[in-house]
């Protein structure tokens, strides 16, 4: 298995950002925990669950019915629903968020979970990817707030402590998600996170392509999710040098 790179720093690009997502995340956290519970929600909120949903889904059937014996990062977990489904398959998850207090609503979930408890840690994906070695990793609608030179960054970090898989989303570039950032409307007014940043596919894959990219992995299976206020497109990246870019 590949050595994480302790060395490598955030940028101050990649800090600045994180602080910002932090922040939002920390104020929202009653909302996005019940976002992700079973609790009854109305309007955007109910698109953007249908929408999450669908894309664990996705990205669930992209990963081994059978993990057991292996680690596996979750990070951005936020109230931990992905560590959770991927416990239920044998996983030994270490999930992060930058959220303490979502971190706590996973600890709390977790409590008799099926499979290995996950465990939890309230920080920044960097320090626990360059300390840490993982079979597999699944960065879910993290990087959609981060702009494609941080969202490489992180990638590269991961990509030297992941084995095998690696599973992230981005928002991906439409005429309309673009003039919706441009003009700030991505949220009502009590929502205001960091700007959803769109993606180009071309740009993805020309990224992975050249320097930028993580080394020594490839572009695999893409699938976009669209329900409602919600779009998402789900990228898999391979530690195999024959694979080609799969395009959807």
Do not use: K
Request: aromatic residues 6%.
């Amino acid at each position: 298995m590949p050595h994480p790179d302790s060395s490598t720093a955030p940028s101050a690009a990649w800090l600045a950002r994180r602080s910002r997502v932090g922040s939002h995340f920390d104020r929202g956290a009653d909302r996005w925990a019940r976002l992700t519970s079973d609790e009854p929600v109305t309007g955007i909120r109910a698109t953007v669950r249908a929408g999450r949903r669908a894309m664990r889904e996705t990205l669930l059937e992209w990963l081994p019915d059978d993990l057991t014996g292996e680690v596996v990062l979750d990070a951005g977990c936020g109230p931990g629903a992905f560590s959770l489904a991927l416990a239920a398959r044998g996983a030994q998850v270490v999930g992060v968020d930058l959220s303490a207090e979502l971190i706590e609503t996973a600890r709390e979930r977790a409590r008799g979970c099926e499979g290995p408890t996950p465990e939890f840690v309230a920080g920044d994906l960097f320090e626990v990817a360059r300390s840490r070695r993982f079979d597999r990793a699944v960065v879910m609608d993290c990087f959609i707030h981060y702009p494609l030179p941080e969202t490489l960054e992180a990638l590269r970090v991961i990509g030297a402590a992941v084995e095998r898989q690696t599973l992230f989303t981005v928002a991906p570039w439409t005429p309309l998600l673009a003039a919706m950032h441009l003009s700030g409307r991505l949220l009502p007014s009590g929502d205001r996170a960091p700007p959803i940043v769109p993606v180009r596919n071309r740009s993805l894959r020309r990224a992975f392509q050249g320097v930028d990219g993580p080394d020594g992995w490839v572009l695999a299976r893409t699938h976009r999710v669209h329900r409602g206020f919600y779009i998402s497109r789900g990228v898999e990246m391979l530690r195999s040098p024959d694979r080609e870019v799969a395009r959807r």
